[in-house]
C-alpha cells in the first residue's frame, strides 16, 4: 500500500485491536486508528508498539467515562477534556511519525454520545458567536503544541444531516462560508483541513448547495481526505464506486493522504478501492 493511504479502524468493525493490526500487518495496511475500538486501559501503549505504519484519530483512544469531543463547547470541562484529548492525540501523533492528528470541528451545543449520528436534542438557545470563540480559543491552544511538537493538526469538517437542521446550524465549519471563516482566523504553517468528502455531500443536500462548487472554493484549505459515499441523506460510510463524486479530482490530490473510511470492508473490497484511487491518480 502507498504510504499516503490509510484504511480507517471503521473498515474492521466488531474485530479487536490485535485482530485488526494483524490483518493490517499481513496485508501492508496503514491504519488510521478511530474511535469506536472500547476502552482499554492501556491503548496508548498498544498504539505505540503496532509494527503498522499508523495515525490517530479524533475521539481515538475512547475514554473510560465516554464524552463528545467539543472544541466549541461553552461548558467549560467538557471543553477542557476535549483540548487535552487533542493534546494527547498530537503526541500519539509525533510518537509514531504521523502525518498529522485531526480532530472534528466544534459544535454550538452539548450532543451526548448516544445522540452522534441521530437527531440531536437542541436544549438551550444557541448564541453562535460565543461557540465560535470558545473554538478558536480551543484551536490556538493545541497548536502551541502542535508547534512544540513540530506535527500538524487538522480541523475535520462536520455533516449536518437534514435531522438535525431547523434553518439553524448547530455545527461549525459543515460548508465552505463557515470553514473560510476559521481558515481567516486561524493563519498557522501547523494547520489545515481534513476534508471528509461524505460530510460535504450531506451538508451540502442540507443546506441547498451545490457540492462541486463548494469543493472547489474549500480545496485551497484541505490537507488530507476521508472518503466514504452515502445517499445524500446521512453519513452512513458506504462503499466507493465508479461514480464516486471526488473522483474526477482525485489525479490533483492524489499525493494528499487519502484514509479509506468505510464501514466492515474485507481485504478483497480494501484492495477494490485502493485501486480505484490508483485508476484515477494516473
Known amino acids: 500500500m502507498k504510504s499516503n493511504i490509510y484504511v480507517s479502524s471503521l473498515a474492521f468493525l466488531d474485530q479487536s485491536v490485535e485482530e485488526i493490526m494483524e490483518i493490517c500487518a499481513l496485508n501492508n495496511y496503514n491504519l488510521e ?35 463528545v469531543l467539543n472544541l466549541a463547547s461553552s461548558n467549560l470541562e ?29 459544535f454550538c451545543i452539548d450532543p451526548k454520545p448516544s445522540e452522534l449520528g441521530r437527531k440531536i436534542a437542541i436544549q438551550s438557545e444557541i448564541d453562535k458567536g460565543i461557540n465560535k470563540e470558545h473554538f478558536l480559543n480551543s484551536v490556538f491552544e493545541i497548536l502551541d503544541v502542535a508547534e512544540e511538537l513540530e ?24 460548508e465552505f462560508n ?26 451540502c443536500r442540507t443546506l441547498n448547495l451545490d457540492l462541486l462548487e463548494q469543493f472547489e472554493k474549500i480545496s485551497p484549505f484541505v490537507n488530507a481526505f476521508h472518503h466514504s459515499d452515502n445517499d445524500g441523506t446521512v453519513d452512513s460510510n458506504l462503499p466507493l464506486d ?41
Open 33 to 67: 486508528f478511530s474511535s469506536g475500538m472500547p476502552f482499554r486501559q492501556n491503548m496508548d501503549q498498544i498504539y505505540l508498539d503496532a509494527k503498522i505504519q499508523r495515525m490517530p484519530h479524533n475521539y481515538f483512544p475512547d475514554p473510560e467515562i465516554p464524552f
Open 78 to 106: 467538557i471543553r477542557r477534556q476535549s483540548i487535552e484529548h487533542c493534546k494527547r492525540g498530537l503526541k500519539l501523533a509525533k510518537e509514531s511519525n504521523s502525518p498529522f492528528y485531526a480532530a472534528h470541528a466544534g
Open 151 to 174: 506535527i500538524s493538526f487538522l480541523i475535520e469538517n462536520n455533516v449536518l444531516a437534514p435531522f438535525n437542521y431547523n434553518g439553524e446550524n448547530p455545527l461549525l465549519c459543515c
Open 178 to 203: 463557515d470553514i473560510s471563516w476559521l481558515f481567516e482566523n486561524v493563519i498557522h504553517k501547523r494547520f489545515g483541513l481534513l476534508l471528509d468528502t461524505a460530510h460535504l455531500k450531506v451538508s
Open 242 to 282: 465508479s461514480n464516486y463524486w471526488f473522483l474526477k479530482y482525485f489525479k490533483n490530490y492524489k499525493d494528499y493522504v487519502h484514509v479509506l473510511e468505510i464501514k466492515s470492508l474485507n481485504t478483497f473490497e480494501i484492495e477494490s478501492h485502493i485501486k480505484l484511487f490508483e485508476k484515477n491518480g494516473n
